[in-house]
């Protein structure tokens, strides 16, 4: 079983587009994140959230925002999207001060 | 505040040492290391807390100071299956919220 799972792994768009990334994990774990990695291989924080705080990083735009149905879930959409949001985007979930589990990854082309 | 990594990139034979840096600006209480290979996500190697210890994960262990606010990872008798990206997450008391903040990644190549 997969312990973290996104979907779609590969995401292909027209600027201007809203899409989502929706990030699952099986885990048990309390706090899920989302994660912006460049071509140059930088892994920015963008998101935490764990079903009582939602913590967002100053730096990313607010047409990101994520969506929590519940602990176990932590979707990613994205408003009018633009050439500089392609990236590889990771998802992650972690109990307390333990290690982070990752996802596989979504990779995003914006056209 | 983003860590400071050393060396950015570093070539091995197999069967030599590495040394990987992370320094923080800020005072800290933990610090992920993972390592991430080409078209796969990270993966956590360990963990170290406050204390100085210091901890292993096959030959790779890692050392922890926080009053020199930095920590090191040690790779031992180096093999293929090293070949990555190490990343360093330290975490501290302040503005970051608890959540790893990385640094840019050391990438580490090992050749036969």
């Known amino acids: 079983d997969t312990a973290v799972s996104q979907t779609p792994k590969y995401l292909v768009t027209q600027m201007g587009n809203d899409k989502s990334i929706k990030c699952e994990q099986n885990?048990?774990?309390?706090?899920m994140y989302w994660y912006k990695q460049d071509s140059k291989k930088f892994l920015k924080i963008m998101f935490s959230y764990n079903n009582k705080e939602l913590i967002i990083n100053e730096t990313v735009p607010n047409r990101f925002s994520p969506k929590s149905p519940d602990k176990a879930h932590l979707n990613l959409h994205i408003n009018s999207l633009e050439l500089g949001d392609s990236a590889v985007y990771f998802c992650a979930s972690s109990q307390g001060d333990h290690g982070y589990t990752f996802g596989s990854g979504t990779r995003l082309t914006v056209v | 505040q983003q860590p400071v990594q050393s060396p950015q990139a570093v070539i091995l034979r197999e069967g030599e040492d590495a040394v990987i840096n992370c320094s923080s600006s800020k005072a800290l209480y933990s610090v992920h290391w993972y390592r991430q290979k080409h078209g796969e996500a990270p993966v956590f190697l360990m963990i170290?807390?406050?204390?100085?210890e210091q901890k292993g994960h096959d030959k790779i262990s890692a050392s922890f100071n926080e009053k020199k606010q930095q920590s090191s990872l040690y790779l031992t008798a180096s093999q293929l299956s090293y070949s990555g990206t190490y990343f360093c997450g330290p975490r501290d008391y302040g503005g970051s919220q608890g959540n790893l903040i990385f640094g840019k990644g050391t990438k580490l190549s090992v050749k036969p």
């Open positions: 170290l807390l406050k204390g100085g």
């Open positions: 885990l048990g774990h309390d706090t």
